[in-house]
């Protein structure tokens, strides 16, 4: 989360390396608080650009954005106006008396809860948020499958993209730490004006299945659903309708759980 990080930085161009123009996230997010009967009042964690809050905002909902980058909130309050935008960091949080339906937590943004302490904090301050009865919507990477796999070697992932007017290249290397249970990444940027390459180095936590349901139970949480797919960044990706699958074995998980108190 504080983490120096090119894309967080500049959202303009995250949102050209990671272009969501159907909004499947915002939509996989809002058929899953349609299908659990979620109220209106919905905190987006870790909400970034803002996209997925304002798709959210433009269903009917009441949306809090909460990021802890002061460049995504600027961003998201100039381009993807309506919901409110505020500070915070999702480890650990206070945001007064207000209270939700729903928390929606995407794309890893829990995984940066990087020790158990780090994941209580994150489900207390969601506990302390939410009315009675309300949702916890996450979707994230699977730990159960990185780790089943932490002695692979993996080609680096090189992708191109051009932002106005410049050709962008990434390099990406994952790097599974079993002792440590992080997923650490290195991310190499070049362009084509010959300025120098910029490094940046993430790690999220590998959580399993399994230890992600006693985190929640602990917490007062009642799972009502916890699966590797169809999600908005599976292959293939979601479609309006799809069931759930029964399985936790692929790279993505998803995450529904109610509060069963106060």
Do not use: K
């Not at 961003?75 to 960091?89: F, M, T």
């Not at 489900?123 to 302390?128: A, E, G, P, V």
């Amino acid at each position: 989360m504080d983490d120096a990080n090119l894309l967080t930085d500049n959202p303009a161009l995250y949102e050209a390396r990671f272009p969501d123009p159907q909004r499947l996230a915002g939509r996989w997010a809002e058929e899953t608080l349609r299908t659990y009967g979620s109220g209106p009042r919905v905190l987006d964690l870790g909400c970034g650009t803002g996209r997925d809050a304002a798709y959210l905002q433009s269903r009917g909902r009441t949306v809090t954005g909460a990021d802890l980058s002061d460049a995504m909130l600027r961003h998201a309050s100039r381009e993807h106006p309506g919901p409110e935008y505020l500070r915070a960091d999702l480890r650990e949080f206070d945001l007064g008396p207000r209270r939700f339906d729903a928390v929606v937590c995407l794309d890893s943004a829990l995984l940066y809860c990087r020790s158990g302490a780090e994941t209580a904090g994150f489900l207390t301050s969601c506990r302390s948020c939410l009315h009675p009865g309300g949702l916890l919507v996450a979707e994230m990477r699977n730990g159960a499958y990185f780790l089943g796999r932490a002695t692979l070697a993996e080609a680096p992932a090189v992708h191109t993209f051009t932002h106005r007017g410049l050709v962008h290249r990434s390099v990406t290397r994952l790097r599974v730490d079993p002792a440590a249970r992080l997923l650490h990444r290195v991310r190499t940027w070049t362009t084509d004006d010959g300025s120098p390459p910029v490094e940046q180095r993430s790690a999220w936590r590998l959580l399993l299945p399994a230890e992600l349901r006693e985190a929640l139970a602990a917490h007062g949480f009642d799972v009502l659903a916890l699966h590797d797919g169809p999600g908005p960044r599976t292959e293939p990706p979601w479609r309006e309708g799809d069931p759930p699958a029964g399985t936790t074995d692929a790279d993505r998980l998803h995450v529904i759980a109610r509060l069963t108190d106060g």
